[in-house]
């Protein structure tokens, strides 16, 4: 909390409003699926703990979860609930003005998915003298290295990630539908490993098969995989909010040439940029590497390879941060946590093989174990 408070001594703001639920999170340990309604926290200058405001029934599992005394535990009673009568701001901005020692300027995250026009509208009204101050990704960044106790929650997620991949791969067989073979990674998430169990990701697992693998976002369908067919699956284990995301290509059946050079493609190429991992490149360097390696071949992908990930709700496990990408100069520093999705889309099909992986000392630690090549069944 003095860095975030030293931090925001720079950017002469004595009050921090956060709405996302990642960084509520990282500050205080509280992950109850709440944010789906208005919840907010308010961080002072002057002030020791953090204020949590939110729906009154979501206050028992504050108390719980984190170490906020009952003084910073501000619940609003459910007439507030998407309501239209009722602004629940107007709740938030009386409770600022009877906790926080000055209103001069606070900062708000307005790029979060979960701070709306319609909130930052009326604060603007009902604060006319108070400078709002953009605090987007304010916290995000102070996240981006991860300390020795998150990695070892990353390496969790990451067991998780390989027992799922593992599952899915013993159950993928023609026939099957492809809500079947998500039903199988689901229980898998969820029950996770014999240590410790998993729960739910940010994202709903991507299972496509056939002509669907060119699509990288569509949902599962009820379809029947059929023989002779690509299936990409990308998913997620999932430890105390942190993830280890992965990604592989089964091939049922006898894959044709064409799809072969295609799979030696890419993994030639995520080889590449994953030997380039070390503290002092930049992103960029970690893209061109992958970039230069696939053109060889013939290939180009328009999207970025990657992106910085670790604590995550609904509906993203990335941090919003640095990007595996050409244009992205951000230099890799040790602690930092990626997942390298270099998957390429095709017109008509697609493949997809990534990679988790902590930045250390000499080079990355990879946080899923499983074999980074085409899985031909």
């Not at 204020?51 to 979860?65: L, N």
């Not at 509208?121 to 960044?141: G, H, K, M, Q, V």
């Not at 059929?226 to 284990?237: A, D, L, Y």
């Not at 992958?290 to 709700?313: C, D, L, N, V």
Request: some cysteine.
């Amino acid at each position: 909390m003095s860095t975030l408070k030293a931090e925001m001594e720079l950017r002469h703001m004595d009050t921090l409003l956060i709405s996302e639920p990642s960084n509520i999170y990282y500050l205080t340990g509280y992950e109850a699926y709440s944010f789906y309604v208005f919840q907010i926290m308010v961080v002072h200058r002057d002030l020791s703990e953090p204020i949590w405001i939110g729906r009154f029934m979501d206050a028992v599992s504050v108390r719980r979860m984190t170490y906020l005394s009952d003084d910073s535990i501000r619940p609003y009673t459910d007439e507030y609930v998407q309501s239209a009568e009722k602004n629940p701001v107007d709740f938030v901005v009386a409770q600022l003005k009877e906790i926080c020692p000055t209103l001069n300027a606070i900062g708000v995250e307005t790029g979060s998915f979960y701070y709306t026009v319609r909130t930052h509208s009326r604060l603007i009204e009902s604060l006319p003298t108070t400078r709002f101050l953009d605090a987007e990704l304010f916290i995000n960044w102070m996240r981006i290295c991860k300390s020795p106790a998150e990695i070892a929650l990353l390496r969790e997620a990451g067991q998780i990630s390989n027992a799922m991949m593992t599952d899915a791969v013993e159950a993928a067989q023609p026939g099957i539908r492809e809500c079947d073979l998500t039903s199988v990674i689901y229980r898998r998430m969820i029950a996770g490993t014999p240590e410790y169990g998993g729960v739910y990701p940010s994202s709903a697992p991507y299972v496509l098969s056939g002509s669907r693998t060119c699509e990288p976002h569509a949902p599962w369908s009820d379809r029947i995989i059929s023989q002779n067919t690509p299936v990409n699956i990308e998913t997620s284990g999932c430890r105390r909010r942190y993830h280890a995301p992965i990604s592989r290509t089964i091939y049922l059946g006898t894959p044709p040439d064409s799809y072969i050079r295609l799979a030696d493609a890419v993994t030639e190429g995520i080889e590449a940029a994953l030997a380039a991992v070390r503290p002092g490149v930049t992103c960029s360097d970690v893209a061109q590497t992958f970039q230069q390696t696939i053109a060889r071949h013939g290939f180009h992908k328009e999207a970025r390879i990657g992106y910085s990930t670790g604590i995550g709700f609904p509906p993203t496990w990335g941090e919003r941060t640095a990007s595996l990408r050409e244009s992205d100069h951000t230099v890799l520093k040790p602690g930092m946590a990626f997942h390298m999705m270099p998957g390429l889309w095709l017109d008509n099909v697609g493949i997809v093989l990534t990679q988790s992986f902590v930045v250390n000392d000499s080079g990355r630690e990879d946080l899923t174990k499983f074999p980074r090549k085409l899985i031909i069944k």
